[in-house]
């Protein structure tokens, strides 16, 4: 059982920036691969960002790429989402996500473990 615990969530305005992190409870951190959720008020939950076991490998929906950026920290235990640029469509509760550690899900069926999220606003 692996429990994650976001941080970083507030009020933004348009064009700002916020680091959310994700504090991990696993002995082996390096088991997983991490990733970002989001879902916003009356959609579904969608994928934002992905990070391989050893951080090497990154991808990113569309909608967020080359303006967030997802990291990790092995040392902490920790994984980070950078977001830049936000916007007001950007709104939403962000959630962490555990998965296995070759696995690339991008699918919210596919993740292993998920935290309870954390609240972001952007506001125009």
């Known amino acids: 059982q692996v429990q994650l615990v976001e941080s970083g969530g507030g009020l933004v305005q348009a064009g700002g920036s916020l680091r959310l992190s994700c504090a991990a409870s696993?002995?082996?951190?390096?088991?997983?691969?991490m990733g970002w959720f989001r879902q916003a008020p009356g959609k579904e939950r969608e994928f934002v960002a992905h990070i391989s076991w050893n951080g090497a490998d990154t991808y990113y929906a569309d909608s967020v790429k080359g303006r967030f950026t997802i990291s990790r920290d092995n040392a902490k235990n920790t994984v980070y989402l950078q977001m830049n640029s936000l916007k007001p469509e950007d709104t939403a509760v962000y959630y962490c996500?555990?998965?296995?550690?070759?696995?690339?899900?991008?699918?919210?069926?596919?993740?292993?473990?998920w935290g309870k999220g954390t609240l972001v606003t952007v506001s125009s």
């Open positions: 696993a002995r082996t951190f390096t088991s997983y691969s």
């Open positions: 996500a555990a998965d296995s550690r070759g696995a690339t899900s991008v699918k919210v069926a596919d993740i292993l473990f």
